[in-house]
């Protein structure tokens, strides 16, 4: 097995809120190889962008630790990307300036910026749209500039929240067939959540499933299905034993 890029170490996570304290993660642990692509799915509500955000060093855990590359994380780093489950975009920008943003916060503006964000809007099928507005693009289109822009620092790790949650089921697909397409052309590791079960199965190495708040890994279930993938896959007898494995699990009794 590969290297562990990615370490979570006995995460918890309590938030204090006018009505007292409210224990959102318990004991996390889990590792992620590089390379690897990792699905998390649990019940609404059970801790899962908390656990990302604590992943993308967005959000400080109580207790316990996660390491990228064996260094103790603490803030924010370029080597993660992290994705949205609202694009999230400038509505004043175009796209290529959408996609470009991040490097001019930092102070590069030139050419090899502008050139670097074309590829990367090639990588995710929206050349030809560098020029357009948000709102003139689909949902799915808006997350494909998402996908670019958290692309443009080449980050290691790349954290999905739920990034297809608001598209249609035929959209998703789509999206879930170009994301595996991305994902082998560029070799990042992925932590996606996600609430569709089928999802989470189609595109992941493992699945992790966590308990009802608080959040807890209740189940790692490896999917050996083989790669490439495609959804002539959804009707494949392997997928549908695993399929019902996760629901089980995230769903007891
Ligand atoms: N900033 C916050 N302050 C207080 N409670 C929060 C905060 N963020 C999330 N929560 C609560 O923590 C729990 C887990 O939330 P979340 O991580 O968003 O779950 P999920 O993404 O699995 O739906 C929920 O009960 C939520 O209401
Ligand atoms: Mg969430």
């Known amino acids: 097995m590969a290297e562990p890029i ?6 918890d996570k309590t938030y204090q809120s006018r009505d007292g304290e409210l224990r959102a993660l318990r004991e996390i642990s ?21 656990l990302l955000r604590i992943l ?44 470009t943003l991040p490097l001019e916060i930092r102070g590069a503006n030139g050419d090899a910026q502008k050139n670097r964000a074309l590829q990367l809007l090639d990588l995710v099928g929206l050349l ?51 994301l595996l397409r991305i994902w082998r052309a560029t070799r990042k590791t992925i932590v996606m959540v996600t609430h569709t079960i089928q999802e989470a199965v189609f595109l992941a190495d493992r699945v992790l499933v966590m308990s009802a708040r608080p959040g807890h890994i209740r189940a790692t279930i490896p999917v050996d299905l083989p790669r490439p993938r495609d959804t002539d896959l959804f ?18 009794g």
């Not at 990615?6 to 995460?11: M, N, Q, S, Y």
């Not at 316990?64 to 370029?78: A, C, F, M, N, S």
């Not at 695993?242 to 629901?247: A, G, K, N, S």
């Open 128 to 178: 030809g749209f560098e020029n357009s507005y948000p709102h003139e693009l689909s949902g799915g289109m808006q997350q494909r500039v998402a996908i670019a822009r958290a692309l443009v620092y080449e980050p290691s790790i790349l954290l999905m929240d739920e990034p297809f949650g608001s598209l249609d089921a035929i959209t998703r697909n789509q999206m879930n067939l170009e």
């Open 235 to 252: 009707y494949n007898e392997e997928f549908a034993a695993l399929h019902h494995r996760v629901r089980a699990m995230i769903s007891p």
């Open 56 to 99: 993308g060093g967005l959000l400080e855990a109580e207790k316990g630790v996660v390491r990228i590359d064996g260094q103790v994380l603490t803030e924010p780093r370029q080597e993660i990307g992290f994705i949205f489950q609202n694009p999230t975009l400038m509505p004043w920008r175009t796209v290529l300036k959408n996609v």
């Open 30 to 50: 889990f590792q992620v190889s590089t390379g690897e692509f990792v699905s998390l799915v649990g019940p609404s509500g059970c801790g899962k962008t908390t």
């Open 6 to 11: 990615l370490v979570a170490e006995g995460i």
